[in-house]
């Protein structure tokens, strides 16, 4: 057993996906306070310089699976592949990104392994439950009113999903010293059960939200002037991106690609700016990375003063106007 934190590091044609990264950054923070080595786990074809990459940023060890036949995402055999390397290892920790892929393979891994799954995770520790240090990973639920901790005590190893943009991206250091160690495998025909032969990805409008420096959102306190005029102009006047709670992606102010939250996106610019929005934990849990973060809301009460480093409590007509003005003067001169 060998009680390492793993992570499954996911690469795109040659490309390394940024939440592999993030993650590789918090699986070794946790390793550390385990007092263990953090390893990533590469499959693809052609990936020595991906695996080199890896090191650089901070894995201890990077098990490379190297052969032509998983240039693509294959379902069943990465599945295969990735289980048959935890049994064999025994990690304690296994931990994966949540994109369109991680979250297909994610619980075909934990099925095989007959262990627990703890899915899009907003935070991931080691606490100490029942006198043994474990993961504990905080999760958005009951309708995004709370959060809650989730603990696996028994089953090896522990999995989470964690999405991108939710963890911070670690300094990359060319220097470091790693093992690379490739890992041979015979694949057969019968390993494919279905075989994916080409994938085509859609790519978003715009700038990616996960990538702007300043995020203007805005929720349903907006109704009361008619949507989303004053979000898009203030996020004009600042060279930022435009993005909204699920009742605004509802009222089709904002395309549900740019929504914030526990089922949408989740962000951390310098600057986030929540308009008309409560402040529901689903919501929130969605840019509390933030830099910092700006909030405007007519309820004194309100949640999302909770959260914020800047509150204003006032009409939206009237705040975010007088914000605009001031905004056009600075860069007036």
């Known amino acids: 057993m060998s009680n390492e934190v793993w992570v499954w590091a996911e690469q795109r044609n040659g490309q390394l996906m940024g939440v592999s990264l993030e993650i590789l950054n918090t699986g070794s923070q946790l390793a550390q ?4 080595e953090v390893v990533a786990v590469l499959i693809g074809y052609q ?3 991906l695996a080199a990459e890896l090191v650089a940023y901070g894995a201890n060890k990077v098990y490379t699976i190297d052969k032509p036949e998983l240039s693509l995402y294959q379902s069943d055999v990465y599945a295969k592949i990735l289980a048959d390397l935890v049994q064999k290892d025994e ?5 994966l990104g949540a994109t369109n892929v991680g979250m297909d393979l994610a619980p075909r891994v934990a099925a095989k392994l007959k262990t ?6 907003a935070d991931l ?18 309708g995004g009113n709370m959060v809650v901790s989730i603990a696996c005590p028994e089953r090896r190893p522990q999995m989470a999903t964690v999405r991108p943009g939710v963890m911070e991206r670690p300094s990359k250091e060319s220097t470091r010293k790693g093992a690379i160690i490739p890992v041979e495998i015979e694949i057969r025909d019968k390993d494919f059960r279905a075989r994916t032969v080409e994938i085509v990805e859609q790519k978003p409008e715009g700038a990616p939200l996960e990538a702007a420096e300043i995020v203007v959102a805005g929720g349903w306190g907006l109704k009361s002037v008619g949507g989303f005029k004053f979000i898009e102009e203030l996020a004009s006047v600042l060279g930022g991106s435009v993005a909204g709670t699920r009742p605004a992606v509802d009222a089709n102010w904002v395309t549900e690609d740019r929504m914030i939250g526990s089922s949408g996106k989740t962000v951390a610019p310098k600057l986030f700016i929540s308009v008309g929005a409560s402040g529901a934990t689903h919501f929130t849990t969605g840019f509390l990375k933030s830099k910092t973060i700006l909030a405007v809301d007519q309820n004194p009460k309100a949640p999302i003063f909770e959260v914020c480093d800047i509150g204003i409590c006032g009409d939206v007509a009237k705040v975010v106007p007088c914000l605009i003005g ?8």
């Open 33 to 36: 306070k385990l007092g263990r």
């Open 47 to 49: 990936i020595s310089g």
């Open 91 to 95: 990690p304690t920790i296994l931990l």
């Open 116 to 121: 627990g799954l703890t899915a899009h995770c």
């Open 125 to 142: 520790r080691i606490d100490d439950v029942g006198g043994k240090p474990l993961l504990v990973a905080d999760v958005p639920g009951f």
């Open 326 to 333: 001031e905004i056009k003067k600075i860069k007036a001169g």
